[in-house]
């Protein structure tokens, strides 16, 4: 492991101003995204997408750091035969691979979660690698409800998260660690602060135990906020306030960026967290977005699936990558959405 060149990779994925798109969507999500522009799922229609996207040459090469590829995605090439993975090198930006399989039921602890993934994770990090990925990620997903989650839903999760890791370290690929705390219930933003706060400290706990270096991984969390169901909204200021405390209480300063994911935040809530949460600053660690939903949905509607609106989808793109790359340095203002509606 060379654990310069991580750092190196990692400290330029949280760069000022820019951020990471996460376009690693399982052929499930991006189906249930596409059937809400009634676009057909085939294979053609992803790559065109995708490659839409890649192709924004503002947002691409001023405001996003790296993408989050899905395995299908890494082996696609662009309708000229260019390799999806060299547009988006050719952009500036570095290529990422989301490694696991998705989500299984854990067993004596209902309605929990546990990520899969780790089984011959260490050969497809190989030809990941030797492919053009510097980095990947990992998502676990913790639930809030009633009685959950469990100390085991936690700690299982955290030790493979940990287990990825080290993997991805020892391939010499930068692992995104993303212990998703989900926004999906009625719980305040006081117990999702507690929550976030039991799974940081473990997942840091197992990072330490597996000997995973700090320097060479970005941590990608959920925003202390409200449940989307609970009666009570936190403000931007709170989310930003609460967030940025627990975060300071958790993440050690070796670690070199956080790239917060949207997890079902409206587009502009999502970029006025993260430009509330510079305000606080100075911060210990670089402070960034990677997102998939709020920077997706605008290009989404835009482009609807037909070829005369590439122009309009790319546009809608980069306007988001342009506002969550100020909100990076702290310099977005609401009028700014306005003047671009
Ligand atoms: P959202 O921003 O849509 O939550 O997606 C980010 C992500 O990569 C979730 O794993």
Redesign the pocket.
Known sequence: MNLTELNKVATAMVASGKGIL?A?ESSGTIKKRFDAIGVESTEDNRRDYREMLFRSREAMSQYISGV?LYDETIWQDAKDGTPLVRLIEQSGAIPGIKVDEGTQALPMCPGELVTMGLDRLAERLKTYYQRGARFA?W?AVIDIGSGIPSMTAISVNAHALARYAALCQAAQIVPIV?P?VLMDGDHDIDRCHEVTQRVLNKTFQELRVQRVALEGMVLKPNMAISGKKSPKQASVEEVAEKTIRLLKACVPAAVPGIAF????QSDEEATAHLNAMHKLGPLPWGLTF?????LQAAPQKAWAGKAENVAAGQSAFSHRARMNGLASRGEWQSSLEQKAA
Do not use: Q
């Open positions: 996460a690693d989050i990620k998502r993303e998703e994911l949207s997890g079902g990677s997102y998939g939903r709020a």
